[in-house]
């Protein structure tokens, strides 16, 4: 990636990897000026190596359509086709990661690495490193409530601050992707699966807020549709409702609450739930644009499970939406975007 004299960039380069990645290794190095970077290097021939995978993965959905009709996969394979196609490219992660820092700049309790120009390519995404203790490590020496909950506080703003004012996710709440600084903040480090809606979308993920609250049942209707979904029953809307209802739970009560108050995996048994009963009404096809959101919401419950947080997460999620506006978030997507050199979802 950087040429036959590469090794004349650095002062230093551990050739023993500090860390695994999705399709790649990190190295540690130091740069000519002394500064500590992290080097991640893309493992050889991945390309091909995901392209047999999302075969292999068309030919598992195909198998489980026989024998399940609860829900159609074929948007959801399309969907993580062109994501993993797009974590192949480490200079759009690169894009990302500015993105990142322009979206969270504002944010003391979220801290993202530079990219190195000159010392990134195609398959090597050369960044500042960031000190940090992964999140179960972290739990097991800080148990006090504070500790935990400012974590948590730090994630979800993270996650949905991007997401509310710009309409972007970062689709991949991996326990792998981020570490906790002392103070609680936290370090955000691959931007590999990150997705972009449009403003309507966004406003429609808070007119089924709305619409719970309220029992508004023709906003609710309108907001499945502004998110993709087609030929909706009544049948069909009221098993929707079981899942929405089960993620919207937390923010929907003003009060201090666990973000699960029931034992078990965050979301399984409401899964399983769900599954059966969309069997029941001839299933669904969930729009592209719905599963890293899901994948988001299910991933950030988990990790609020495991940190027992215990948060009003209504003035949280309030926070962020009070003053939403969807020409705001457009502008808001369109100039960030011009900035780090990417295209908006528009």
């Not at 399709?23 to 080097?39: E, K, S």
């Not at 394979?77 to 062109?82: D, K, S, T, V, Y």
């Amino acid at each position: 990636e950087l040429g036959p004299n590469w090794r004349s960039m650095f002062d230093d380069f551990d050739q023993e990897a500090a860390a695994a990645a999705s399709l790649g290794q990190v190295h540690r190095a130091r740069d000519t000026r002394g500064a500590q970077l992290a080097c991640k290097l893309q493992y050889p021939d991945m390309s091909s190596v995901v392209e047999a995978d999302l075969k292999q993965l068309k030919l598992v959905f195909g198998i489980y359509r026989r024998y399940d009709k609860a829900i159609d996969p074929s948007a959801i394979h399309g969907e993580l086709a062109a994501r993993l196609r797009e974590e192949l490219d480490y200079r759009r992660e690169a894009a990302h990661m500015n993105l990142y820092r322009h979206m969270l700049r504002d944010e003391d309790a979220a801290h993202v690495p530079e990219p190195v120009e000159g010392l990134c390519g195609d398959r090597l995404l050369s960044m500042t490193w960031l000190d940090g203790e992964p999140l179960l490590p972290f739990i097991e020496k800080h148990s006090g409530l504070q500790d935990r909950n400012r974590v948590a506080m730090s994630m979800f703003r993270a996650w949905y601050v991007p997401l509310y004012f710009y309409g972007v996710i970062h689709g991949d709440p991996h326990l792998g992707n981020y570490t906790v600084r002392p103070d609680g903040s936290i370090n955000l480090m691959d931007f590999g699966c990150v997705r972009a809606f449009k403003s309507s979308f966004v406003k429609g993920v808070i007119d089924l807020y709305k619409a719970l609250r309220d029992g508004d049942s023709a906003l609710a209707v309108h907001a499945y549709e502004t998110w993709g979904f087609d030929n909706l029953s009544q049948e069909l809307i009221d098993v929707l409702n079981i899942w929405a209802e089960f993620v919207y739970a937390p923010l929907l009560e003003d009060r201090v609450r666990l973000i699960q108050e029931q034992e078990g995996h965050y979301g399984a048994g409401v899964a399983h739930k769900v599954r059966e009963e969309l069997n029941k009404v001839g299933g669904v096809a969930p729009p592209p644009e719905f599963v890293l959101m899901d994948r988001a919401a299910v991933g950030l419950g988990s990790v609020f499970t495991h940190l027992n947080a215990e948060i009003n997460w209504h003035q949280l999620f309030h926070e962020l939406i009070d003053n939403f506006d969807a020409d705001d978030v457009h502008t808001r997507q369109a100039e960030a975007f011009d900035l780090v050199g990417l295209e908006p979802a528009f």
